[in-house]
């Protein structure tokens, strides 16, 4: 009995340091939380947590997705991809509502405007929109280059522009209550059509602060972390009895493509692809780099 308890031990302890050995291995890195504190985290147990929370989330992506097909909603998207112009382009995003200009005719446009694979993405979002039925009645835009630029190359259509839907991070902080409070009756005066969707065509950095300051068009969130969304990312928003929902939040357009294209398993209308020797494959837009031409 002694020797059956002993080598239990010995087994639950060489477990134990297998498992301290490989955390070691596989790092640590440091969180800094709201409050300022930090916490040093293992990266392999941060893994296992995500991977249990993926799976949760694709099942929640997919049941999301489904609503968007059958409307009724607003979604709030981030504009797709700028060059990240670190540290001024709030400034640019002020003078170019300030002077109301059109930035794509400006010096400083790679500051607020979409890149070549913001363009890109920005088609994508309509491409899977359509492909999946999912309908758009209103689309209402910041004044922000890249997020008219998504409007448009996502939608093909703009009704309305807005600077209250601009990021709270280039407004003066007296003035993010006024904005919130702005959004709110704008969007209050939007109908929802049945079958169709309000699309907000803003930034990240709004949201999140018009709920800390108690305004703005979500009321009660339940999502994780709002506006920490990728380029293309959207919120689902549900306006209830007077009241605004956040419902979900996607990551990116491609948490609805997965949840909503259902592939093809066989290869009809494929055999143009097949190549033989002797064939000559010579794209012209190979090599042309990142930079965006209006035109192509």
């Not at 939380?33 to 941060?46: C, I, M, P």
């Not at 947590?49 to 992506?61: F, M, P, V």
């Not at 709920?211 to 994780?224: L, R, W, Y």
Request: charged share 30%.
């Amino acid at each position: 009995m002694k020797k059956t308890v002993r080598n239990l031990l010995i087994f639950i302890i060489a477990l134990l340091s297998g498992s301290l050995i490989f955390v070691l291995l596989d790092g640590f890195y440091v969180k800094k939380n709201d409050d300022g504190s930090f916490q040093v985290k293992a990266l392999f147990t941060e893994r296992l947590i995500n991977e249990t929370k993926s799976d949760g989330k694709t099942k929640s992506d997919e049941k999301w997705a489904k609503e968007l097909v059958k409307g009724g909603y607003i979604l709030h998207i981030r504009h797709a991809m700028r060059e990240k112009f670190t540290g001024s382009v709030t400034t640019y995003d002020a003078i170019e509502l300030l002077n109301k200009d059109n930035a794509r005719d400006t010096d400083y446009h790679r500051a607020v405007c979409l890149t070549e694979r913001g363009v890109l993405d920005s088609k994508a979002v309509g491409k899977t929109f359509d492909l999946a039925g999912i309908n758009v009645s209103y689309v209402v835009s910041s004044p922000s280059c890249r997020a008219r630029e998504t409007a448009i190359f996502a939608f093909n259509r703009i009704d309305q522009i807005e600077p209250a839907i601009l990021h709270r991070t280039a407004q003066m902080n007296s003035q993010h209550k006024i904005y919130g409070d702005k959004l709110r009756s704008i969007v209050d005066a939007i109908p929802i059509k049945e079958n169709t969707n309000i699309v907000i065509s803003g930034h990240g950095g709004t949201l999140s602060y018009d709920i800390k300051n108690k305004t703005g068009i979500v009321d009660i969130d339940e999502t994780d972390e709002i506006d920490n969304r990728n380029e293309t990312g959207i919120v689902v928003i549900e306006r209830k009895d007077g009241k605004y929902i956040a419902r979900h939040k996607f990551y990116s357009i491609n948490s609805i493509a997965k949840s909503l294209l259902e592939l093809p398993v066989n290869n009809e209308g494929l055999e143009k692809f097949v190549f033989k020797p002797g064939d000559k494959y010579e794209p012209k837009n190979i090599n042309r780099g990142f930079i965006f031409i209006p035109n192509y």
